[in-house]
Each structure stands twice: as structure tokens, then as C-alpha cells.
């Protein structure tokens, strides 16, 4: 089974490597847009899909093909990827002192089918100061990241525990990821 890789995620990359499956990358272009009313789960289970689909339209006929989206959510509000400095000011304080949700989907579509599964952990963040927001900002880190920040680099230091999957925050839940590698190939 040929495997694809539907993102353009360094992170993700370096995480399905672990797997130690070949695989090779598309990038698909995929509008991440949350709709009026849609849940967060539905939400990032749909872009997931989305980019898995959009992944096989740019492979072989016969390939599985991974997508993945990450969100974060905090009192039911969706925390895209900043749009600036002060969208990403009004993130850090919404989540300083907080627990908050990172939800991530991955899906794989393989042989005319499509699953998902949704990963939801539970980060705990630390009361932030206005300083350490400022030099967080200024590292250029949480410039492309959902909720605005990313929890294997500087971000670390907030995090004071999370409960669930470490990896699934990253970006990439690798036991459901295998998981649905090992159901396409029982397919």
C-alpha cells in the first residue's frame, strides 16, 4: 500500500516518519474555514477529510492517503491560527491560568473509502504575564500555529500538564493514525 502524506506540516512529517511506513508528501490547498453552527469536533474531523480527499486528487489511484487537521478550543470558540499580533494577544490571555481543549483529526482514504478519527486533549496552561506573551510573539513561533502557540517549542513552558495525547497535540496522534493504516491494509 502506498502511503501519502496530505500536508505541508513539518511536524507531521517528522511524526509519521516514527511509524516507520515510506510514505511521500502532497500539499494540497484546502479551505480552513469553520461554518455558521458547526462544532468544533465536526469542524476539524471535516478539514481532516477535506485534506485526505484533497490529497488523492494529487496521488495514485491506489494510495492512502493521510489528512490531519489540529484546532484549539477554549469556552466552545474555535482558536484558528492567529490573523496578527493582537488576535494572537487575545488567545494567550483567553488560555493564561486555563485548561483549554486541543482537538485533532486524522483521517485516511484509501480504496474509494474515507475514516476519521478525532483526538481531543485537555492543556493546561500556566498564568501568563504580558511580558512573556510579548516575547513569545516576538520568536515568530505562534505566527502559523492553531490557538497560537505550539507545545514542542517555547510554548512548553506554559504548559504546566495536559491530559491525553501528547502527540495529538503536536499535530499527529500516531496510535489512531496506525490504527487506520492497519484497517485500510485489512481492507
Not at 64 to 84: F, H, M, N, R, Y
Not at 91 to 106: D, E, F, P, Y
Not at 128 to 141: D, F, M, P
Request: hydrophobic share 40%.
Amino acid at each position: 500500500m502506498q502511503l501519502v502524506l496530505a500536508s505541508s506540516s513539518p511536524r507531521r512529517q517528522e511524526l509519521l516518519q516514527l511509524l516507520d511506513r515510506p510514505f511521500s508528501v502532497v500539499k494540497p490547498e484546502v479551505m480552513e474555514q469553520q461554518q455558521d453552527g458547526e462544532a468544533a469536533e465536526r469542524y476539524v474531523a471535516r478539514l481532516a477529510i477535506d485534506k485526505a480527499l484533497a490529497g488523492a486528487k494529487l496521488s495514485a489511484a491506489d494510495a492512502a492517503v493521510i489528512g490531519s487537521d489540529t484546532v484549539v478550543v477554549c469556552d466552545g470558540e474555535v482558536l484558528e491560527k492567529p490573523v496578527d499580533e493582537n488576535d494572537f494577544r487575545a488567545m494567550m490571555t483567553k488560555l493564561s491560568g486555563r485548561a483549554h481543549q486541543a482537538m485533532t483529526a486524522v483521517a485516511l482514504h484509501y480504496n474509494g473509502a474515507t475514516n476519521v478519527k478525532v483526538v481531543s486533549t485537555v492543556v493546561h496552561f500556566k498564568p501568563l504575564t504580558e511580558a512573556e506573551i510579548g516575547a513569545y510573539w516576538q520568536t515568530g513561533e505562534p505566527a502559523d500555529k492553531a490557538g497560537g502557540y505550539g507545545i514542542q517549542g517555547r510554548a512548553a513552558k506554559f504548559v504546566t500538564h495536559i491530559e491525553g495525547s501528547y502527540l495529538a497535540v503536536v499535530g499527529l496522534p500516531l496510535y489512531e493514525t496506525e490504527q487506520l493504516i492497519q484497517t485500510a491494509e485489512r481492507s
